[in-house]
Nanobody
Framework: QLQASGGGLVQAGGSLRLSCAASGRTFSRYNMGWFRQAPGKEREFVAAISWDGYSTYYADSVKGRFTCSRENAKQTVYLQMDSMKPEDTAVYSC??????????????????WGKGTLVTVSS
């Protein structure tokens, strides 16, 4: 019901835009989040956006470089990634939850998870 896309290979300093498309039900009332997991590392919170799009939250490691947005009419959430670094390399996944604090605190379970997309940043 959630599918992330847009990953790929990019050079350091470059940009990518990820999309998370929802289907099968209405997600316009759900808060949405982006997470990433690098090889051998724990999953980490990246960004979140409230259901109405008015509030956004970012991990310190991506603040000022990544921008999260959403288009409820298209049931899609975006993660614009600029000034990318090799340490941004990871599988990026999206999730939906009714409680945005569950997202920002990287709670183990979310209402819905999407399949991830691989992002590789070369130095």
């Amino acid at each position: 019901q959630l599918q992330a896309s847009g990953g790929g290979l990019v050079q350091a300093g470059g940009s990518l835009r990820l999309s998370c498309a929802a289907s099968g039900r209405t997600f316009s009332r759900y808060n949405m989040g982006w997470f990433r997991q690098a090889p051998g590392k724990e999953r980490e919170f990246v960004a979140a956006i409230s259901w109405d799009g008015y509030s956004t939250y970012y991990a310190d490691s991506v603040k000022g470089r990544f921008t999260c947005s959403r288009e409820n009419a298209k049931q899609t959430v975006y993660l614009q990634m600029d000034s990318m670094k090799p340490e941004d390399t990871a599988v990026y996944s999206c999730a939906a939850d009714r409680n945005i604090m569950d997202i920002t605190t990287n709670r183990a379970t979310m209402d819905y998870w999407g399949k991830g997309t691989l992002v590789t940043v070369s130095s």
